[in-house]
């Protein structure tokens, strides 16, 4: 993992919320954040991950806490947003890290598996950019008169970029968030002074993305020749994209997609 380029302190005073945080890229997110300072809540399905997910932050000296809840669902939304602020007195930042993947041919995917990922990875960003919005606006409760808006962070792909095999769920679902990203970054930065913005990562290793589509396969002769860009990302990558987003450095970025993943979604075979 590469060392942070950025000062310790970016991110002081800094309260963020993680969907999805408490593994992966979305763990690497939590724990870069508070090691620049910010205070920081997790939220996913499974209890055990995130009460591990918690201490491990918690014993790097970071102000953490998690609440299991399923982004699909509203009530946890809500529950977990305002758990958060009671917590930790406002909320500055929202990352939509939670997302649901597996491979599968269209012909295999039945509809309410294709509804599924929807669910997860677009309704579920759109459910929590809603409910968090009442926090995250100017003026909104915990906020001094000093706070400009917060910020909202999506993680997306590129695999809707071009077309990606065994996954048209995922690549309609996160072309879903990147138009999510940009209609709030204009409705809720004009009205609310809030930023909106994404990152679309490549592939990352150690991530439960790159274990379903399987290292092996990723690794092989073939895949290099066919992708000559490619090679494996750190999760510390996308972190730190995440940093300079979240920072005052990202102050006038405001609905882009962040692509980091190598230039490997331009790749074309050398001939
Ligand atoms: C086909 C599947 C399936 C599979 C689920 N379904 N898994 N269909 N192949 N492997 C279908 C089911 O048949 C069902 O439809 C519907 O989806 C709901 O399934 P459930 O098991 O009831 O859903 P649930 O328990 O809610 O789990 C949803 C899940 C989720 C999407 C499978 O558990 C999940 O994906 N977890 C993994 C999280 C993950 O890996 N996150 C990292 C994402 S990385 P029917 O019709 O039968 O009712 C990422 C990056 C992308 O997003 C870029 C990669 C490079």
Redesign the pocket.
């Known amino acids: 993992m590469g060392e942070s380029p950025f000062k310790a302190s970016i991110l002081k005073g800094k309260v963020a919320l993680l969907t999805?945080g408490g593994s992966?890229i979305g763990f690497e997110i939590s724990t870069q954040f508070g090691l620049h300072g910010a205070s920081v809540a997790i939220m996913g399905r499974r209890n055990s991950v995130v009460d591990s997910a918690v201490q491990s932050l918690r014993s790097q000296g970071i102000p953490a806490v998690g609440f299991g809840g399923d982004v699909r669902n509203q009530e946890d939304a809500k529950r977990v947003v305002e758990s958060t602020v009671k917590h930790f007195g406002k909320l500055d930042i929202l990352v939509n890290a939670a997302?649901?993947?597996?491979?599968?041919s269209p012909e295999?995917?039945?509809?309410?598996?294709f509804r599924?990922?929807m669910d997860?990875?677009s309704v579920g960003t759109f459910t929590m950019c809603h409910t968090a919005l009442n926090y995250l606006k100017k003026g909104g409760p915990g906020r001094t008169d000093d706070d400009t808006g917060g910020l909202i962070l999506n993680i997306s792909?590129t695999?809707h970029y071009t077309a990606s095999w065994y996954?048209i769920h995922?690549s309609a679902a996160?072309a879903a968030v990147d138009a999510i990203t940009r209609n709030l970054a204009l409705e809720w930065g004009t009205d609310y002074d809030i930023r909106v913005n994404g990152i679309a990562?490549g592939?990352i290793s150690d991530?439960?993305?790159?274990r379903?589509?399987g290292p092996d396969e990723i690794e092989s002769k073939r895949t290099k020749e066919l992708m000559p860009l490619f090679k494996l990302g750190e999760k510390s990558d996308i972190a730190f994209a995440a940093l300079y987003l979240a920072s005052n450095a990202g102050n006038y970025v405001n609905g882009t997609t962040l692509i980091v993943d190598g230039g490997l979604w331009l790749s074309r075979p050398r001939h």
């Open positions: 999805g992966g997302a649901g993947n597996f491979l599968v295999d995917l039945s509809p309410n598996g599924t990922v997860i990875d792909a695999l996954q995922v996160k990562p592939p991530t439960p993305g790159m379903k589509l």
